[in-house]
C-alpha cells in the first residue's frame, strides 16, 4: 500500500530550492543528484511579471537564445528590479530558473535627491 498523502510544510520565503530540498530530504532523497540546472548568463531582452495564482512569476529572455526563462518572486530579492539591457547568470532546468546567480546592472541609475 502506498502513502500519497505525504505533505511537507516550508517556510516560502526560503524559495523554490529550500522547499524542494526539504521535500527530496523527506523522501529520503539526495537533492544534490536531482536538483542540477545548467548555469547561463546573458543579457536581458524582454521581461514579464505576471501574477498567477496569487503568487508573481517573472519571465524573461536573453540575447541570442529563443527560450523562456520563468522565476518566482520568492527566488530572489533582486527579481522586481531587473530591467531590459542587464546581463544575468542563473541556473535554471527546462527553462525554469533554480537559482540566481549574479545581476549585473547595465541600465542608467537615476540620482537619488
Partial sequence: MQDYQKVKVTDSN???VAAAKAYLQMLGANSGEILTGQDITGIITD???VVIDGNSYYYLTLQNDE???KAIITLDDRLPFIHVGDKISFSHSDGVIITVNTVDKVTPQ???E
Fill in 14 to 16: 526560503l524559495g523554490l
Fill in 47 to 49: 521581461i514579464q511579471n
Fill in 67 to 69: 527560450i523562456i526563462y
Fill in 110 to 112: 537615476i540620482p537619488v
